[in-house]
């Protein structure tokens, strides 16, 4: 018998138990290093066998070489053996190669070892091999891992032969890390330098679309699917679900829905009962649980949430929200999360049920999050309720100190409630505490291209006529009675009256409206998009339903909370947001 025969055993489907084979090698002696590799390999996989793994790599191999090595580490990867064995490799000393970094820059990813990585990093550039694919898509990886995605792209930038497989890894890295803008940019240039797509790098792009509320993106996306043939792939078409309906589309999103019924699954069934939700249309998401439990799906809390946001989105009672809460308890054995309990609080405070909100929140099994305590003082500064105001921002600022919007949402609250004492000294504290107001953003979609404003922004190329544009609007809407909202935070206590006016005027969601007005290029009577990170602020809201009327358009602002839709002076929201 000789090593040829064994390692043609061990490559046969069902090996079974590799300790038979191994046995079989020492017997005989008939053992190369390349069976021995595989034997390492092979015993990691199987459950319980892992320790053969170290003892046959130091009793039976005298001599290691890099593969070796690699096999042992491999074999430990996700664990910190990983990295102490690559330790001793080192003392040999033998150096790591284009396959021993990944297989370690994967544990520290798993791991959460920054440290570790970041060695790893320099030694791959000592040896040159940290622009290589595998190295290099390890390295994108673990820095998406570890929520660096500036360090990920430089990596990017420098890799060399960037094929699909780094190009997805990007893309879907990006989308995960909240840098939308960059995914859609990594998306095109992948489009530019015809480099193949695959579905991960489609479905990406359409997370950073969706994350953006990017309609226009969505249907270019869309377009290069069809083309690609991923758009009948299940993974594709729930991210294009997820994609329209997040923008609003609903319609498109229920198209790729029904297009795809047959092979859709949990989470495009999910994706377009939240697109609905989103919108408070809450007839077709009870028309799509009946159809879902028909086609043998079992509802899970992502359904349930759809269901509840529907409920508060289309202004139901909160006495709604929590029989549904109680129909998933007692007819689906399914315990509400905290984004359930969420729901339900933000419910009942709208409805002006403070105290029972906020029982709840300290009640439930989760502790209560930014989120929680936000929607009640959200509530409060609705219902000009100073105490509980001050309660509810406290309790923010005891879960993070520099939250800004516990300071701007508290002190609208006060001000609403005439405690103007109050309201000076909470911009006082939040000036001593250095504070810094999140920078707004806000962005409309025109010919396909998404433009970016932050407040006074003037990098735009058209910029003179923005500002001109916004100019005209607003002595527009002064002569319909337009009076600007100044309760929101202004840092500069010293600034003048004039210039706290002209920051106001000059917030990114007006400069996106004027922009968006500018270019026309949505026919008349379709309505102007704008999508901003941010809540939408009170003189913003103000000023939009005043435009909404002069300009006969139709606005739509997708904020960080909800849709609100303003038009013939009036905003879906109700004022309350
Ligand atoms: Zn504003
Ligand atoms: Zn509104």
């Not at 002696?29 to 793994?53: E, M, N, Q």
């Not at 990093?121 to 190295?135: A, D, I, N």
Request: aromatic share 8%; glycine share 6%; net charge neutral.
């Amino acid at each position: 018998m000789d090593s040829s025969y064994l390692n043609t055993l061990l490559e046969q489907s069902n090996v079974g138990d590799p300790r038979v084979i191994h046995a079989r090698a020492i017997r005989t002696a008939a053992a190369d290093r390349c069976l021995h590799h595989r034997l390492i390999t092979l015993y990691s996989k199987l459950p319980g066998l892992l320790p053969y793994s170290g003892r046959l790599f130091f009793t039976q191999i005298p001599f290691p070489n890099v593969v070796s090595w690699t096999s042992l580490i491999s074999a430990h990867s996700a664990s910190p053996a990983a990295l102490r064995h690559f330790v001793s490799m080192l003392r040999q000393p033998t150096l790591p190669n284009h396959r021993t970094l990944p297989s370690l820059l994967r544990t520290c990813a798993a791991l959460l070892c920054t440290h570790f990585g970041l060695s790893l990093h320099s030694l791959s550039v000592k040896l040159g091999l940290s622009s290589e694919p595998f190295t290099g898509s390890a390295l994108l990886n673990f820095y998406f891992k570890c929520r660096s995605p500036r360090d990920a792209l430089g990596v990017f930038d420098e890799m060399l032969d960037r094929d699909e497989v780094c190009y997805s890894a990007a893309i879907v890295g990006l989308a995960q890390n909240s840098r939308p803008v960059d995914a859609l940019s990594v998306f095109a240039e992948m489009r530019r330098g015809e480099i193949g797509s695959t579905i991960y790098s489609i479905s990406g792009a359409l997370r950073a679309a969706s994350e953006m509320a990017a309609m226009d993106q969505c249907g270019i996306i869309h377009s290069h699917a069809v083309v690609t043939g991923f758009d009948q792939n299940v993974v594709v078409a729930s991210a294009l679900i997820d994609g329209y309906g997040k923008s609003g589309l609903v319609l498109e999103a229920r198209r790729v829905f029904d297009e795809n019924l047959p092979i859709m699954n949990m989470v495009g069934w999910n994706a377009m009962m939240s697109g609905y939700a989103q919108q408070g249309d809450i007839e077709p998401v009870m028309e799509l649980l009946h159809k879902m439990e028909g086609g043998g799906f079992v509802p899970d809390g992502y359904t349930f949430l759809a269901i509840l946001s529907a409920c508060y989105n289309s202004a139901s009672s909160a006495e709604d929200v929590e029989r549904w809460i109680a129909r998933m308890r007692a007819d689906y054995g399914l315990e509400p999360g905290l984004e359930h309990y969420t729901c339900l609080i933000s419910a009942m405070a709208r409805a002006g049920r403070l105290e029972d909100a906020k029982r709840l929140a300290l009640a439930m099994p989760f502790e209560p999050d930014a989120a929680v305590w936000r929607s009640i003082l959200m509530a409060c500064r609705h219902l000009g309720d100073a105490d509980k105001a001050r309660e509810m921002a406290k309790r923010l600022l005891e879960l993070n100190p520099s939250d800004d919007s516990a300071y701007v949402i508290a002190s609208n609250a006060l001000s609403t409630a005439g405690e103007w004492d109050e309201v000076a000294e909470v911009r006082k504290a939040m000036k001593d505490r250095r504070v810094r107001k999140e920078v707004g953003q806000s962005w409309v979609e025109t010919r396909g291209r998404v433009h970016v404003f932050m407040a006074g922004d003037r990098r735009h190329e058209r910029r003179g006529e923005i500002y001109a544009k916004l100019e005209e609007l607003m002595s527009a809407i002064e002569q319909l009675g337009y009076e600007p909202i100044m309760d929101e935070m202004v840092h500069h206590e010293s600034v003048v009256e004039a210039e706290k006016r002209e920051r106001l005027q000059h917030h990114s969601e007006k400069l996106a409206a004027a922009f968006g007005l500018l270019e026309g290029v949505t026919p008349p009577g379709k309505a102007l998009r704008i999508v901003k990170n941010l809540r939408i602020c009170r003189d913003c809201h103000e000023v939009f339903m005043y435009i909404s009327r002069v300009a006969d358009r139709e606005i739509i602002v997708r904020d960080a909370n909800r849709y609100h839709r303003f038009s013939g002076g009036v905003c879906t929201c109700r004022d309350f947001w």
